[in-house]
């Protein structure tokens, strides 16, 4: 079955630090999507990106990268000097061909609080 | 483009009550996926709807239910409310069939009493 693991429940830095959020999936298909949401304190969740199972390139969208490894099963995110409107709770989620349908999986959520 | 709205955003029921949140996707999505987040379990998808017909169902009682409509607006209905039914009730919108991302709404804060 499938798995979303976010091993880091709460991370909390200064200003302008640069704060990475690890994320591990587990999945027996061969192709899957993967994703990463924001949901700051409104509750909304915030898509910031998708990614599929054999696309590994590195990806950078302003202060935001990505780096996906399949030999290690991880999609981790990296906020290049934080600043306080980062500050919201993050998931990883997972999304398998197989299901036929949009289906995710999500990990447990990382907390990521910036002070000032 | 509007995006996903949800009605109402908050709700109190008593126990053994019945509730039914609405839904409606952004202009042009077919895709309708509702998920159920509290602090305990986290994120957890209840089920999906693509063009009326119900795709993907998840690892919840028969209490919970759900229907699209064909203009792509979505009900969920949970009967004999429990307390462990308190939860914010997410409902998303994806433009296509499969693995699409998708586009969440403000949520329904229900309460259980």
């Known amino acids: 079955a499938q798995k979303v693991t976010q091993a880091q429940t709460e991370i909390s830095v200064v200003e302008k630090e640069d704060v990475t959020l690890d994320c591990v999936y587990e999945?027996?298909?061969?192709?899957?999507?993967l994703f990463w949401y924001k949901q700051p304190p409104s509750g909304e969740l915030v898509f910031l990106i998708r990614?599929?199972?054999?696309?590994?390139q590195n990806e950078i969208s302003g202060r935001y990268s990505w780096n996906f490894q399949k030999s290690t099963s991880s999609f981790n995110f990296t906020i290049t000097a934080s600043q306080v409107v980062d500050s919201a709770v993050y998931f990883c989620a997972l999304s398998e061909a197989r299901n036929a349908g949009n289906m995710l999986t999500f990990g447990g959520g990382t907390r990521l609080m910036v002070k000032p | 483009k509007a995006g996903v709205t949800q009605t109402p955003r908050y709700l109190i029921k008593t126990r053994g009550q019945q509730v039914t949140l609405s839904c409606s996707p952004i202009?042009?999505?077919?895709?309708v996926s509702w998920y159920q987040q509290t602090p305990g379990q986290g994120l957890q998808f209840l089920f999906e709807y693509f063009s009326e017909t119900q795709r993907n169902k998840g690892n919840f009682p028969g209490r919970f239910s759900g229907r699209q409509f064909s203009n792509s607006r979505s009900e969920m209905n949970v009967s004999t409310l429990e307390l462990g039914d308190s939860a914010l009730y997410l409902c998303?919108?994806?433009?296509?069939?499969?693995?699409?991302?998708?586009?969440f709404g403000p949520g329904t804060r229900l309460t259980v009493t």
């Open positions: 990614r599929n199972s054999f696309d590994e």
């Open positions: 998303a919108s994806s433009f296509g069939q499969i693995t699409y991302e998708q586009y």
């Open positions: 999945t027996r298909d061969t192709t899957y999507y």
């Open positions: 202009s042009g999505h077919r895709s």
